[in-house]
């Protein structure tokens, strides 16, 4: 070792200057431990020095012994290696910027306190045998022991980090500038907090947990919030940890990283080598603590014969009551530092479990995403990490097990010899039981988890679609989906639990039969049993059903990580997007920017039918591209394919420059529309003025409170559909990329906004640019430089717009369609001409008053100062609210209670009760029914004797049973009342609800609350039940002993629960934050994985995984910190038990002989071992910390419920409604009561049996008129009449069902096609044929293999936009209502569909009302009335030729501008 120690100092010396230039000189926290150091090591270079002269003047006055000998040779090397070591120390440390001891060091100083610890206890085994030992030895093991403890806690909390190399050269955590305008700004409050005190800390501090009073005192005097909680060291931070993960999974053992397979083992593998310093050091305090636990069981005999015998002297006992106090002080200590640092650990594989799953989920493939649902995606990041991180708990116990075994049946053969090998043979036949109970429970876990999954896809495609679910009346039928496959769910559930309840049956039953094989045995064999002996193996039998509970817990975490671990597993094997699909060319090094030669797609390459097919084509830089067909003909395919998203068979795609890329389905992420459209770049005012005014989105933003700092919805719930579309551009536009893809842009803004978007984004701002657009927008395409018409996967023509509309064929029946509308306009306006000497006449109807709408004008800007003076609060989507101050006791009621009115309660206790009476009272029989020494004769038979201790222990393992059993019956039957009621008043929660929370958070309680609530807090009550009444039973025992000790045991207990109070209230709103703070690394997750083309498009995710990382970061903090107060409060406790139990020895020895029975003092002293209340108190805090679970489910429990779905007395009748005939009278309506009027007064009728159109710019209230008439949205004043009936005093399903709307944004859902089109299977097969023929969709559906049953993947990502809109169109006809909505159904067509699905309308809906919200003026041209809408008033409502006579009206115009652009 020293010459280890030179060779590293040599190596050391040589690198030393350069280190020395990149850092300063040690903080003082390191010079703290550096010094401690240097000064043990000299002081014990000196002490041992001192102990080798005396030893050798000893020697050489009473001669030598071998003893003496072998005590100067020690005496001197290691006076030899202390002062070596000091030398080392001063020269490597004194002057260097060195802060990391060597490893070397580290293990010499941790195999220095073993071998102290050792020599200890085996000098003590030579002193009870009456050798004499010199006064010398037991001065050296107590300082050796003490210094080696000193250098165990320098060694372990030294900060000897090796991550910090890497800060050495360059700091691994970085703060990136585009993360000032990221997507998360929670962080901003809390960037220039302070770094957690534990990081310079000083020895002592660390020692007594100290270091977190200051945030301690803090939660006691108000309540925390996430800035009052610190920073985590730079070495905790979630980058730091998962580089250093990363490197260890990418490292294959041959120097090169290899991360396509990551199999479990691997993944294993590379956890533990991330962590293996912090495993090494738990390991060593796991060893310390085993050994400190097992010394009172090992000397429990020795003190029952001090106290039976009447000779001992009292320093003999004083010296007993010394090494069990010292084996209890270092056991506790050992096991607080233990726990620390596991949970530490369990925190680093968390924060590296949560990255490295969200950046595979940013690389995954299509295809890979259609096999992974969010169910899963959000199972694996609340549910599985979780896991994985608790099973650090658990490592150790994997080998501690088995110890504790051996060194139990050690103890046991010193007491009752030959007996402790049956012990030895019934305990390994039930550690072989272990492998059938696993398997079990492994697929009871699997069973479990699979179930989960399937209920949590469901419940997270319900939240993303909740606004067209309630919109068709389908949402109880989703809820009773959810509660079908909860049923399933629970059935699993079920098993587990009763499966857990006989597993903890046969456990805590195991010590008692291997107690009653063993004592049965003694006396079947004769070996004498005492007092003393019964004791020791009593106390051992104790710890062995700690250890075999433990194996029980162990056995059921072992299977549940297995299980997560494999899925996490599966799902880093997932295939990524190929790279290589697309070839990135130099930039400018060619005229061209994109170019596919031979190319050959499928989204499916297992499937024979290609995508995309014989694709050859190039563009030009600066070239203008339009692409155009049918619906479903592969026009979105193709620019996912130019992204490299369609997997290749044949060919090359070739791209020179950048991209920036506009989604079909708008993604917009929850956050401020400042940052959606900055999108990580820097801030440059002037281009961001100049884009927001080319997308026409200066206005919108004018009538947001909060303009562009306003926080956006999950997935833009609170944009209209045209806001979010442009948004999407304006975000494209600022990044100035060298390529543009734009799929669909204008399907969803107005006619007036598109002909602006054009002129000022396609030909304005990036007219210079390579731009290729989607469109189904006819008058779009003369623009473009060139034109690809495709049809089935293929470009059939290629062209310039003239070129391509004289050859005719797919191009003419889309552009012919297109002319038919424009036809009507001009017969309209011919008919206007010959009508123009009535216009005077006509002009009173028209609703065209300028005045009014300028007073509003007028007013409106006091309304939006007003708006402005709102604070945060104003925003639609707040931070998530949490509980605040104590868990009431009405929470903990309401979960008693809830399962059969609390009627097992009473029995459950009762069993409890019953069961630690009787394994007491066996305790109490064998000690008093044998006698103290060998000597004496035995007070009754040995079958008696063994016989009542067999009835007693079955009685106790069979109250075990009953309790047991119980316990599980009340969990399931509690948890599943409490999803029940929790999903039913969220399917009946308002629209509004849904828009100002984030999925997110549902989800969190829908998944791990549930889960806490399935599995978790059942354990924990029970175990509550089990450490509460132990330790009355032992305080009885104790007490009844000496009751004295009553004066002492009541202020501990008040010091404790003071304790208690004092740590609560920090510690509970920590684990509320804890809560808190996870929901948004999900959501954040969920959206990453939705969006990642774009994010892939522009190149963005190193900033979305550094947010990531930051989100991680915010909930380690609160999680880093609770740990920190657990620690406190229990090293606290042990520390108040171990002098209690102290003074109790004490007075033990100090009684006169005689006055107690040695049997029954011992009986008290062996259940003292165990003596703490820190585990009815660590209990009681982790059953408030987990019952917060149960507090957020109440939470949304009692969420403002929607009217009734139905009102028996004011059900309107089976006809209604007969007419259609809508009146809307003086209509004023808010999202929200904080924000401004989105309707402001709107009055107007629609006739029955007419067909209505709405027209007006984008987020002129056009959707939200919809919504209302839906009752979605409830008026604030004013009223809806349909056929004279107010639609607010009906039911919500009485109204949503005789009501159709096809919705703006189609969707589908999971399953096939027919349980999309009739969801509550009231059609035939034949109705649905028809009805999609009708819908031009037929003839689609015949070729798939399916037929109506298809697969429809999750979002329907295998159906292009167009054919999901034509499934909705499908379900309005199978209705067939007399009132139906169109909110832009046609918008994402084609022109000849769109013209057929007209006619279709025209003739199926002949005598209904129909009510079109459409953008392209084609669409709403044969209609009866057009009601133009401006900022939620209308501002003209007739027909449409009566409104195109008067050349100065706003819809007169709109349509002179959209023929003109056109022509």
């Not at 419920?1201 to 028996?1208: G, N, W």
Request: net charge neutral; with cysteine; charged share 20%.
């Amino acid at each position: 070792m020293l010459l280890s120690l030179s060779i590293s100092w040599a190596c050391k010396r040589r690198t030393l200057p350069t280190l020395e230039n990149l850092k300063p000189t040690l903080k003082n926290t390191y010079f703290l431990y550096y010094w401690s150091s240097l000064i043990s090591c000299i002081g014990l270079s000196m002490f041992d020095l001192l102990l080798c002269l005396l030893n050798f003047l000893s020697g050489y006055r009473h001669g030598w012994s071998n003893l003496k000998y072998f005590a100067q040779l020690d005496f001197a090397f290691r006076t030899l290696t202390w002062f070596v070591i000091s030398s080392y120390l001063h020269i490597q440390f004194s002057h260097s910027s060195e802060r990391r001891f060597p490893i070397l060091l580290r293990i010499w100083w941790a195999f220095y306190f073993l071998i102290s610890c050792s020599y200890l206890v085996i000098h003590l085994g030579l002193y009870w045998k009456h050798s004499s030992l010199p006064f010398l030895l037991w001065v050296s093991d107590g300082v050796s022991v003490i210094a080696g403890l000193l250098f165990c806690y320098v060694g372990i909390y030294g900060k000897g980090r090796e991550d910090e190399d890497l800060h050495l050269v360059e700091p691994l955590l970085k703060i990136s500038s585009s993360r000032s305008n990221g997507d998360n700004d929670k962080e901003s409050s809390v960037s220039g907090d302070s770094v957690t005190p534990y990081a310079n800390a000083n020895l002592l501090s660390i020692f007594t947990f100290a270091w977190i009073g200051p945030l301690l005192v803090l939660g006691y005097n108000k309540t925390l919030d996430l800035e009052d909680v610190p920073q985590l060291d730079n070495n905790e931070s979630a980058n730091v940890v998962f580089a250093h993960f990363r490197n260890k999974l990418e490292y294959d053992g041959n120097g090169s990283g290899n991360d396509s397979q990551v199999s479990t083992l691997r993944l294993v593998k590379a956890l533990i080598l991330s962590t293996w310093k912090e495993i090494l050091w738990t390991a060593l305090l796991s060893i310390i603590c085993t050994l400190a636990s097992y010394v009172g069981p090992y000397l429990i005999d020795a003190f029952v014969q001090y106290l039976n015998s009447h000779h001992q002297t009292k320093y003999k006992g004083y010296v007993l009551v010394f090494i069990f106090f010292l084996s209890k002080l270092i056991r506790c200590i050992s096991e607080r530092h233990l726990f620390f640092q596991l949970r530490i650990m369990s925190i680093r594989v968390r924060a590296s479990l949560f990255a490295i799953i969200y950046k595979k989920g940013l690389r995954l493939s299509s295809q890979s995403k259609q096999g992974h649902t969010s169910g899963e995606n959000t199972n694996l990041m609340s549910v599985d990490v979780e896991r994985t991180g608790l099973f650090s708990w658990y490592l150790h116990d994997i080998w501690r097990v088995p110890l504790k075994v051996v060194l139990a049946l050690l103890i046991l053969y010193k007491s009752i010899g030959l007996a402790s090998v049956v012990a030895f043979v019934s305990t390994i036949i039930l550690l072989f039981a272990n492998v059938p109970l696993g398997k079990l429970q492994e697929k009871f876990q699997g069973e479990l988890m699979d179930s989960k999954d399937r209920r949590m896809k469901v419940t997270s495609e319900a939240l993303r679609n909740m606004r067209i679910i309630k919109l068709q009346g389908w949402d109880m039928k989703f809820l009773a989906q959810i509660i079908e496959l909860r049923k399933f769910e629970t059935r699993k559930l079920k098993k587990l639990l009763y499966s857990s309840a006989m597993f903890v049956f046969v456990y805590l039953s195991a010590p008692m039969f291997v107690s009653m094989v063993t004592f049965g045995f003694c006396v079947l064999k004769g070996i004498p049993l005492e007092s003393g002996k019964i004791l020791s193996a009593l106390a051992t039998f104790e710890i062995f059903q700690g250890t075999i509970y433990n194996l029980l817990d162990l056995i059921s975490m072992v299977v549940q990580t297995k299980v997560s671990l494999n899925r996490i597993s599966l799902f880093l094997c997932l295939d990524d997007l190929n790279p290589s699909i697309v070839q990135k060319l130099p930039r400018d090094s060619v005229k061209v920017a994109i170019e596919i030669v031979k190319g050959n797609f499928s989204w499916d390459l297992h499937s024979p039918n290609l995508t995309l097919r014989d694709l050859n084509f190039w563009v030009h830089h600066g070239m203008r591209v339009a692409v155009c067909g049918f619906v479903g003909s592969g026009k979105s395919s193709l620019l996912s394919c130019i992204l490299g998203e369609v997997p290749k068979v044949s060919g090359a795609i070739k791209l020179n420059g950048t991209m920036a890329y506009v989604a079909q389905s708008p993604w917009i992420q929850s956050g401020k529309i400042v940052d959606n459209i900055l999108f990580g770049k820097e801030m440059d005012k002037e281009r961001y003025k100049k884009i927001l005014e080319a997308c026409s989105l200066e206005k919108d933003l004018e009538l947001f409170a909060f303009g562009d700092q306003t926080i956006i919805g999950e997935r833009g719930i609170n944009l209209s559909g045209g806001q979010k579309q442009r948004i999407q551009i304006a975000r494209a536009l600022y990044h100035d990329a060298d390529i543009y893809l734009l799929d669909d842009p204008f399907s969803a803004v107005d006619a007036h906004t598109g002909s602006h978007l054009v002129k000022e984004c396609l030909l304005g701002i990036s007219g210079s640019k390579t731009i290729i657009y989607v469109t189904h927008q006819i008058e779009f395409l003369p623009c473009a430089d060139l034109i690809l018409v495709m049809r089935d996967g293929k470009i059939t023509q290629v062209g310039k717009y003239e070129e391509i509309y004289s050859l005719g064929t797919d191009f003419m029946e889309l552009v012919g369609s297109h002319k038919k509308g424009l036809s009507v306009i001009n017969s309209i306006e011919r008919r206007t001409a010959l009508g123009s000497l009535i216009i005077g006449e006509e002009d009173d109807n028209i609703l065209c008053h300028k005045k009014p709408i300028q007073d509003d004008e007028e007013r409106e800007p006091k309304s939006y100062n007003t708006e402005k003076l709102v604070q945060s609060e104003g925003q639609l989507v707040q931070e998530e609210k949490r509980e605040r101050g104590g868990v009431g006791f009405s929470v903990y009621w309401k979960y008693v209670t809830a399962a059969y009115k609390g009627a097992f309660v009473p029995f459950i206790l009762l069993a409890q009760i019953l069961f630690q009476f009787l394994l007491i009272f066996s305790s109490y029989w064998m000690v008093l029914a044998t006698p103290v020494s060998a000597d004496a004769i035995p007070y009754v038979k040995g079958t008696t004797l063994i016989f009542v201790y067999v009835a007693l222990t079955l009685g106790s393992s069979l109250c075990v049973l009953i309790r047991s059993m119980l316990i599980a019956t009340v969990g399931y039957k509690t948890s599943t009342l409490f999803f029940n009621k929790m999903h039913l008043c969220i399917f009946r929660a308002p629209m509004s609800f849904f828009d100002s929370t984030l999925s997110g958070r549902i989800l969190n309680r829908a998944s791990m609350d549930q889960s806490a609530l399935d599995t978790s807090i059942p354990n924990q009550i029970e175990e509550f039940l089990m450490s509460l009444i132990a330790f009355l039973g032992t305080t009885i025992i104790m007490s009844q002993v000496a009751w004295q000790m009553l004066i002492l045991f009541i202020p501990m207990s008040v010091i404790c629960i003071w304790y208690q109070q004092y740590y609560i209230s920090a510690a509970r709103e920590l684990t509320r934050l804890c809560g808190v703070c996870q929901a948004p690394i999900i959501q954040h997750f969920a959206e990453s994985i939705l969006g990642s083309t774009t994010i892939r498009c522009f190149g963005q995710e190193e900033r979305f995984i550094d947010t990531n990382l930051s989100l991680v970061d915010v909930y380690s903090r609160p999680k880093f910190h609770f740990s920190g107060a657990m620690e406190w409060l229990c090293f606290r406790m042990d520390m108040l038990a171990s002098i209690t139990y102290a003074v109790f020895l004490v007075f033990l020895i100090s009684v006169p002989k005689g006055v107690l029975s040695p049997g029954v003092a011992g009986l008290a002293v062996t259940y003292g071992l165990g003596f703490s209340m820190y585990g009815v108190i660590w209990d009681l805090t982790m059953i408030e910390n987990k019952i917060i679970s149960i507090g957020r489910i109440l939470q949304y429990t009692n969420i403002p419920s929607e009217p009734p779905l139905l009102i028996e007395e004011n059900r309107p009748s089976h006809e209604w409604p007969s007419q259609g005939k809508v009146d809307i009278v003086d209509l004023q309506v808010r999202y929200a009561p904080h924000l401004p009027l989105v309707l402001r007064g709107l009055t107007c009728t629609f006739p029955g049996g007419r067909k209505i159109g709405i027209v007006g710019r984008t987020g002129s209230g056009k959707s939200t008129l919809v919504q209302t008439l839906f009752r979605m949205l409830e008026p604030e004043v004013g009223q809806i009449l349909i056929d004279g009936i107010n639609i607010s005093k009906t039911g919500l399903h009485d109204l949503r069902s005789r009501l159709s709307i096809i919705p703006q944004d189609p969707t589908m859902f999971e399953g096939t096609l027919r349980s999309n089109l009739d969801p509550l299977e009231e059609y035939t097969d034949e109705q649905i044929w028809e009805v999609l023929n009708k819908c031009q969709f037929g003839d689609e559906v015949k070729k798939k293999e399916g037929k109506l049953y298809s697969i429809v993947t999750e979002n329907g990502e295998n159906w292009s936009m167009g054919q999901r809109q034509l499934v909705c169109l499908g379900r309005a006809l199978l209705k067939k209502n007399k009132v139906l909505v169109l909110d832009e159904a046609t918008a994402s067509v084609d022109t000849m569909t769109d013209y057929l699905i007209q006619q279709t309308l025209n003739q199926e809906f002949s005598g209904s009302t129909i009510i079109t919200i459409a953008h392209r003026i084609t669409s709403i041209l044969d209609i009866d009335l057009v009601l133009l809408l401006d900022n939620g008033l209308v501002l003209e409502y007739d027909s449409p030729a009566k409104l195109l006579e008067i050349k100065t009206s706003s819809f007169a115009k709109l349509v002179n501008e959209y023929t003109q652009r056109f022509s």
